[in-house]
């Protein structure tokens, strides 16, 4: 077999790269720059960078709570999510249930549909909810952690599944032989060797979240109010503010690529194991 020239793939891979890094790197560049050069003739290359705009954001007190609103729902929400989904899955994978797969099936319909679907009925929830006066979780941080499980929770199961499926039976048997109880063979068996497909599931849960809109700005008006939809406060009839809604664009980038470079070498893991089975 005729071995490939490696030249083709360091090519292919930066024209990849470029293609996929150019978009952010314009933003910045965008976040940079004072309005009056925004609609000036492109240019590529950063020379004098106007860090007006940052310090505009950082300094609006509004931002920053938005930016605290959304650091609590999407993580509160990828562990709810993350906990949840393995039980589920444990439940899946150890006990036979009839009709378990038409189960599984069901769930992850729930994360076909879009979001749209739901919107109105996950409205007037939250309306009766609170005019009944016994919990109020319209604009709440808890009640988006709960909205956000009807599409994220479906997913975290459809994610864990093989990891689940790929740790051997045996182990629990034997556990079972030595005298550990359900909740020990759970917590001390099962769960720490799930760690990397929990990783992955944990993160993209919280991606999801962190990055969704459409949810937030119908069911939130001030209280929960996330940082994506804080961006359509710069869209006004009188203009549209480019530079600072690239700028909360670049703050809204940071968590997620924090998050990301904490957990990328369970990643890869992840979402292989339990692909092969022996």
């Known amino acids: 077999m005729k071995k490939q020239n490696p030249i083709i793939g360091i090519i292919f891979w930066t024209l990849v790269s470029f293609l996929t890094l150019f978009p952010i790197y314009w933003l910045f560049v965008i976040s940079v720059k004072p309005a009056v050069q925004l609609f ?10 106007y860090w007006g705009n940052y310090a505009k954001v950082w300094g609006d007190r509004l931002l920053r709570s938005y930016m605290v609103n959304s650091l609590i729902i999407s993580s509160g929400n990828a562990i709810l999510c993350t906990i949840l989904g393995f039980f589920a899955c444990y439940a899946l994978s150890r006990f036979n249930m009839s009709g378990k797969e038409s189960i599984f ?12 679907v739901f ?19 319209l604009d709440t941080r808890i009640g988006m952690i709960l909205v956000y499980c009807t599409f994220n929770l479906p997913f975290a199961i459809w994610t864990l599944r093989p990891t689940v499926d790929g740790i051997p039976k ?6 079972y032989v030595d ?5 020990k063979v759970i917590t001390e068996i099962v769960f720490p060797l799930c760690r990397p497909g929990l ?12 990055n969704e809109y459409l949810l937030a700005a119908t069911l939130t008006n001030f209280n929960a109010r996330t940082l994506t939809t804080g ?9 549209t503010e480019w530079g600072i809604m690239a700028t909360i664009s670049v703050f809204t980038l940071i968590p997620a690529l924090i998050v990301f470079g904490l957990v990328q070498k369970h990643i890869v893991a992840g979402l292989t194991f339990g692909a092969v089975k022996g």
């Not at 009925?121 to 016994?134: H, I, M, R, S, W």
């Not at 045996?170 to 556990?175: G, K, R, S, T, V």
């Open 179 to 183: 005298g550990a109880s359900a909740w």
């Open 199 to 210: 990783a992955v599931t944990l993160i993209l849960t919280w991606v999801f979240a962190w």
């Open 119 to 137: 919107l109105l009925p996950l409205f007037l929830l939250l309306t009766q909810v609170y005019a009944v006066g016994e919990w109020n979780l």
């Open 231 to 239: 961006l359509s406060e710069y869209v006004t009839t009188t203009g």
């Open 105 to 116: 099936f069901w769930t992850i319909t729930n994360r076909m549909a879009p979001p749209a």
């Open 40 to 49: 000036s003739t492109p240019d590529l290359i950063l020379s004098d960078p």
């Open 170 to 175: 045996e182990l629990d048997e034997a556990a």
